[in-house]
């Protein structure tokens, strides 16, 4: 499934056939595409559980609902993607990681008892309002009330709510991290900063 634009809309990751490692002797790139598609599984382990901490949901949170879960993974989607975006020569890595995360996406629709032909006209949906969030938030990242606002608007459907401002820190904090680190730190669910 090719989800990640690059034709009209852009490219995923700034070209670039650059070598080099993490620094920790793992090296990350050039990304090929066996080892971008086993990468992308490892990553989206990592950002799986770092989009299932339970503290980002509750009554005054999050709601833990399969909206609510989409919004939180989105989120995290959205940062790695940002940051792969910055790496010279991780665009397959980046194509793997959003196959694997819009597979995942489909296979919970799926599991929640979406029937087979809604599926597609969901994903369309889904798609569309990813490549929203990676916009807004992209934007946003800098500016910390624009991004409490864009958090508000995506995840409560509000113009505030008591948990953006949080929430908003939370997403500067790991984009500040990541930005910080190497790739290979968001492999690890403990590379995600905690709320």
């Known amino acids: 499934m090719g989800i990640m634009p690059t034709g009209k809309r852009g490219t995923a990751c700034r ?3 650059q070598e080099g490692s993490t620094g920790q ?12 598609e086993t990468d992308a599984g490892a990553l989206l382990s990592a950002v799986t559980q770092a989009s299932r901490r339970p503290e980002l949901f509750g009554e005054d949170r999050v709601p833990d609902t399969m909206d609510g879960r989409f919004e939180v993974i989105a989120l995290h989607g959205v940062l ?13 890595l980046a194509q793997a990681f959003t196959d694997r995360l819009f597979s995942l996406i489909d296979a919970g629709l799926r599991e929640a008892g979406t029937s087979d032909t809604a599926v597609p006209k ?3 949906r889904l798609a569309g309002n990813f490549y929203g969030r990676l916009d807004a938030y992209g934007a946003a990242l800098k500016d910390h009330a624009r991004l409490e606002v864009a958090l508000a608007r995506n995840v409560w459907g509000l ?5 953006a401002g949080q929430l908003a ?11 910080d680190a190497p790739i290979s730190a968001m492999f690890a669910p403990e590379g995600w900063p905690a709320l």
């Open 15 to 17: 070209a670039g056939g």
């Open 25 to 36: 002797g793992m090296p990350i790139w050039p990304f090929h595409r066996s080892r971008a």
């Open 80 to 92: 790695t993607i940002l940051r792969l975006q910055s790496e010279p020569g991780a665009r397959p």
């Open 122 to 124: 969901r994903m369309h």
């Open 159 to 163: 113009e505030s709510h008591p948990f």
């Open 169 to 179: 820190q939370h997403v500067s904090k790991s984009a500040r991290t990541h930005a």
